[in-house]
Nanobody
Framework: QVQLIESGGGVVQAGGSLRLSCAAS????????MGWFRQAPGKEREYVSA????????DYADSVKGRFTISRDNAKNTVYLQMNNLKPEDTAVYFC????????????WGQGTQVTVSS
C-alpha cells in the first residue's frame, strides 16, 4: 500500500514563503504523476499543481501561477511545493496525491498539512 506523508506546513505572514514536501513509500511502485490539492474551511478541495514523474511537465491552477513551484526528487520519491508570496486566501490544508497509472484521478492521498497565512 502506497503511503504519502506531507510535511512543511505552518503559520506564515502574508508575503512569506513555505516549502511543502511529500514523501511516497510502501514498496515498489511506478508513478505517473504527483499533485497537490488544498481545502480551505467550508470549501471543497481544489487542485493546486501537478508534475509528471518523467520529463518536465508541470501544471498549476491559475490562482497560484507565478507564486508556487512544484518539483520532484525521483530518487527520494518526493514531491515539493515551494510557495512564495503567500496570501491569506492560500490558507488551507494541503494534500499531496499520487497517480500511478496515468488515469483521470489520483490513486492515493496523504493526510494533509495545515498552511495558515496571516494578514
Amino acid at each position: 500500500q502506497v503511503q504519502l506523508i506531507e510535511s512543511g506546513g505552518g503559520v506564515v505572514q502574508a508575503g512569506g514563503s513555505l516549502r511543502l514536501s511529500c514523501a511516497a513509500s510502501g514498496g515498489t511502485f511506478s508513478t505517473w504523476r504527483m499533485g497537490w490539492f488544498r481545502q480551505a474551511p467550508g470549501k471543497e478541495r481544489e487542485y493546486v499543481s501537478a508534475i509528471r514523474w518523467s520529463g518536465s511537465s508541470t501544471d498549476y491552477a491559475d490562482s497560484v501561477k507565478g507564486r508556487f513551484t512544484i518539483s520532484r526528487d525521483n530518487a527520494k520519491n518526493t514531491v515539493y511545493l515551494q510557495m512564495n508570496n503567500l496570501k491569506p486566501e492560500d490558507t488551507a490544508v494541503y494534500f499531496c496525491a499520487i497517480d500511478l497509472v496515468g488515469g483521470n484521478s489520483f490513486d492515493y492521498w496523504g493526510q494533509g498539512t495545515q498552511v495558515t497565512v496571516s494578514s
